[in-house]
């Protein structure tokens, strides 16, 4: 009797800013016994770290970058007093290290992107990959929107922080990665910006969570939600909240691939 052909396993990895470098501790995690997913999908920031390793980068690569505070320049900016500023050092990290195009990459790949003109979410899979991230990591108010085509689009984890959809079908095991869990942050002096970020975390988990669900397994590495999404001086803690979260469901993951 003919086995049954394995499927390749998917990761879909959530935006979340600074707190999505524990994507690079989660597949580091995977790497380490075998299991490096086959298929990406991500949004924002986990559209950034989802490029690269689509790209052929593995996590060391990644760490490396990290490291070297090349990802700590990302969303750097000051409060614009006129327009909005724009995400240029992605697009010069990309054009440096990325193919121009998804047809390029050496795994599939898709991005979840909010489209302002519509309302809608949208996956982008095909065509320029330049395009696609920088738009699904471009966070209202902070970032211009980016054109595609004849429409304006924004963050990704607007619409659709955990875009599982692209992998049900092709994939077994999907590995979800939301690195926005809700916690009860501890009773503090609230300012403008933090009222701001809470309000922004707080619809952006209200939109991951049925495609939670969708899951088969789901890593949410504790503590994050108490820094903000600009807190890339907290990198090892971050990475190291990944990896040791990926290593809780190992158990558990390994009895799926069997």
Partial sequence: MLKKKKKPIGICLSGGGARGIAHVGVLQALFERGMAPDRVAGASMGAIVGAFYAAGYDPEDLKRLVDDASLLKLFSFSLPSSGLSELSYLRKLMKRFLPERFEELERPFTVSVSNLNTGRAEFISEGSLYEAVEASASIPILFKPVKIGEYFYVDGGMLNN????????????????NVNPLEVLPDDSWTMLSVGERCFDLIVWQNVQENLKKCNVVIEPPGLS?????????????????YEAALRVMPHLQGLLQ
């Fill in 162 to 177: 955990l875009p599982v959809e692209p992998l049900l079908e092709h994939c077994f095991p999907v590995i979800g990665v």
């Fill in 226 to 242: 108490e820094h903000n999404i600009f807190a890339f001086q907290k990198a090892d803690f971050f990475y190291e909240a990944g």
